[in-house]
């Protein structure tokens, strides 16, 4: 499967505003874990929506991706994208890095589309303490 190339794709559209490009990363019914707190997308505008409200409001963005990891699982693939975000918003400028976690799925012929998406920011709490 061509998941890397897929995750690398649809950054490049969206730091671009390639919107048609950035859809066609995306399965109609995807699903997003937000950042903060337990809030869930559904769909894909509202998941291209998330990407305009973020280019519209900040400037001056740089995205690096330090690591891309992927695991095959037949016509399914989970994809672990680390990353460094820079840019300004509200006058401010902001920087962080943190996880993306996409699982994409392929049907028979098609490309992969990504069915779900999470984002973890490392300055954040952990969502789950683990006791020893």
């Not at 950054?11 to 337990?38: I, K």
């Not at 995205?63 to 300004?88: K, N, R, W």
């Amino acid at each position: 499967m061509e998941a890397e190339a897929t995750i690398r794709a649809l950054n490049d559209a969206w730091l671009h505003r390639r919107w048609d490009e950035l859809a066609a990363c995306f399965d109609e019914q995807v699903v997003m874990l937000m950042p903060f707190g337990d809030e869930k997308l559904e769909g894909r505008k509202a998941m291209l929506a998330s990407y305009r409200e973020f280019v519209d409001a900040a400037t001056d963005v740089q995205l690096t991706i330090t690591s891309i990891d992927t695991q095959d699982y037949g016509p399914t693939a989970v994809c672990h994208m680390s990353f460094e975000v820079d840019f300004t918003l509200g006058g401010e400028r902001e920087k962080s890095e943190g996880l993306e976690v996409y699982v994409l799925h392929a049907d028979p012929g098609q490309p992969p589309r990504v069915v779900w998406r999470t984002q973890r920011v490392h300055s954040e709490a952990p969502v789950i303490a683990l006791e020893d």
